[in-house]
């Protein structure tokens, strides 16, 4: 079975671009998370969805962050406009079991905003 | 105080010694535990959970003290290969992670 899928892998932008990250479940897995990796600030939670809901969106930085699960297996997280500070890793990671279980990671977006 | 707290290290060990660290928490009423690695530039990944009675798997054994409200992670004869980032992480209905420990082995 495929893994967690997140593309692109890479993107450098320009400051005030929109930015789309996408990111696709492993099947038959119900929940998703988008987290965010910095050195400073290391791993932190952006936002959790269960059945596609959103359940805690308290780690979305501001109102320039926006994120959608269109359907059971996709989602989106969306950037605009884009600021430098938002340069990081972004890592989707989807469970079988909400969040007390083992989380499956994707290989990451790393995000340069110049 | 963090709710998940790991010394950040580096440390720095010679192949083929026993190593450990330590990840407190502070809520009494976490429920789950797990022991993830992270290699440099990769995603972390699990690598155990931790049981109460504490568990083994190979060359690593997790730990948890209710009491003291922190878990173990040893690694005994260390590989070059186990030179990773290992990140705990603590539920509570909800998933706190703390921010990693990094690992240098030696040749």
């Known amino acids: 079975d495929a893994g967690v899928i997140q593309s692109p892998r890479h993107e450098v932008t320009e400051m005030g671009q929109e930015v789309t990250l996408r990111c696709k479940l492993i099947s038959g897995h119900n929940s998703l998370f988008w987290y965010r990796q910095t050195m400073m600030r290391g791993l932190e939670l952006l936002i959790y969805?269960?059945?596609?809901?959103?359940?805690?969106d308290s780690g979305m930085p501001e109102d320039r962050f926006s994120a959608k699960m269109p359907n059971a297996s996709f989602s989106t997280l969306k950037i605009q406009p884009s600021e430098p500070r938002d340069s990081a890793v972004y890592f989707c990671?989807?469970?079988?079991?909400?969040?007390?279980?083992?989380?499956?990671f994707g290989e990451g977006s790393r995000l340069t905003v110049l | 105080r963090k709710e998940v707290e790991q010394d950040p290290g580096p440390f720095n060990v010679p192949e083929g010694a026993t190593v450990a660290f330590n990840c407190t928490y502070s809520?009494?009423?976490?429920?789950?535990f797990f022991w993830y690695r992270q290699d440099c530039r990769k995603e972390p990944k699990l690598l155990m959970s931790v049981y109460s009675s504490g568990n083994e798997d190979g060359r690593f054994t997790a730990q948890l003290n209710r009491a003291s409200q922190y878990i173990s992670l040893l690694i005994r004869d260390s590989k070059l290969s186990d030179s990773a980032t290992y990140l705990c992480v603590v539920t509570n209905y909800q998933l706190i992670w703390g921010a990693g420990t990094k690992l240098i082995i030696k040749p």
């Open positions: 990671a989807s469970s079988s079991s909400g969040e007390t279980g083992e989380l499956f």
């Open positions: 969805f269960n059945n596609n809901v959103p359940i805690d």
């Open positions: 809520n009494s009423a976490s429920q789950s």
